[in-house]
């Protein structure tokens, strides 16, 4: 296990101040705001400490209010909006500077058997193993940059392989936009038998890639300066038990984008094509005009 998922797991085991209220922090970071994933993954932590655990979390619907801080910790309040026979729900806010950052309502569910199809067929790409890694494929986009290169130089939490472009490489040769973009994604290392740490994990990954998929359908890239975007909510469907620690294929594709917001959607799978989690986002994507141009 490298350093990076370690103080994943670590920022994902909160800490218990009053009853259904929970202490996060965040990573040490310099360039950026409080990762969405982050958010979203310790609210489901924090809702799912709050639930028996014979009741898995089916859906969460999210919203991210304002940009969180990653020098001060953020405090989770748990609602206990319904305990039924059969189904859970909690409602989460996350709160940073006496306001609220992140929302979530977050629905758990009983085992039960039931009717079942899946209508979707997993896209044919290459086996992860063909792909290269995330970091090999931008040390040929980044070249000397000593920023990028000292970004690139710390370990990350998930393993992830683009089937499609990068932004980056997209940015660069237009014939490589699309507005489809798969990834094969695992944490890599064994984990814990823990079904809500699994889901737990996807939610996190799951936003990584999806504004990028706007991006990538428009030859943009972050690191632009004319560049400028972030998640505003977030959705997610988990249909059956799946391990995190094991490749998912995350096939998303973005089918709008307009007034400064994209839409995306994507869904998870496992290697033998079932199909595991469904994701839906709307970002803000704001691209300033080049005054230097005529």
Not at 123 to 142: D, K
Not at 263 to 270: P, S
Request: glycine residues 6%; charged residues 20%; contains cysteine.
């Amino acid at each position: 296990m490298n350093s990076a998922l370690k103080e994943l797991l670590d920022l994902l085991d909160l800490e218990q101040i009053e009853l259904d209220i929970f202490r996060g922090r965040s990573p040490e970071e310099r360039f950026q705001r409080v990762f969405g994933g982050q958010v979203a993954a310790q609210a489901l932590v924090a809702a799912g400490r709050t639930v028996p655990s014979d009741r898995m979390v089916h859906s969460l619907h999210a919203y991210f209010i304002r940009p969180g801080d990653p020098a001060i910790p953020i405090v989770f309040n748990v609602e206990r909006v319904r305990d039924g026979r059969s189904f859970t729900t909690r409602r989460v806010v996350a709160i940073q500077h006496g306001r609220a950052i992140f929302t979530m309502s977050a629905s758990f569910h009983i085992t039960e058997e039931g009717v079942s199809h899946q209508a979707v067929t997993m896209p044919s790409v290459p086996a992860p193993e063909a792909l290269p890694t995330f970091h090999e494929r931008m040390l040929s986009v980044v070249g000397d940059d000593p920023m990028w290169r000292d970004w690139l130089s710390k370990p990350r939490p998930v393993d992830s392989r683009y089937v499609n472009a990068l932004p980056w490489e997209a940015q660069k040769d237009p014939s490589l936009i699309s507005s489809e973009n798969s990834v094969w994604f695992r944490y890599d290392a064994d984990l814990p038998d823990d079904p809500l740490l699994h889901v737990v994990l996807a939610a996190y990954a799951s936003d990584f890639t999806l504004v990028d998929t706007v991006l990538l359908a428009h030859g943009l890239a972050w690191g632009s300066s004319n560049v400028t975007g972030a998640s505003l909510d977030h959705a997610m469907w988990f249909h059956r038990p799946f391990r995190a620690d094991e490749w998912l294929l995350y096939a998303q594709e973005s089918p709008w984008s307009g007034g400064a917001r994209g839409l995306a959607r994507g869904e998870m799978f496992t290697p033998s094509g079932e199909l595991v989690v469904s994701v839906v986002q709307e970002c803000m994507i704001r691209v300033s005009k080049d005054v230097t141009k005529p």
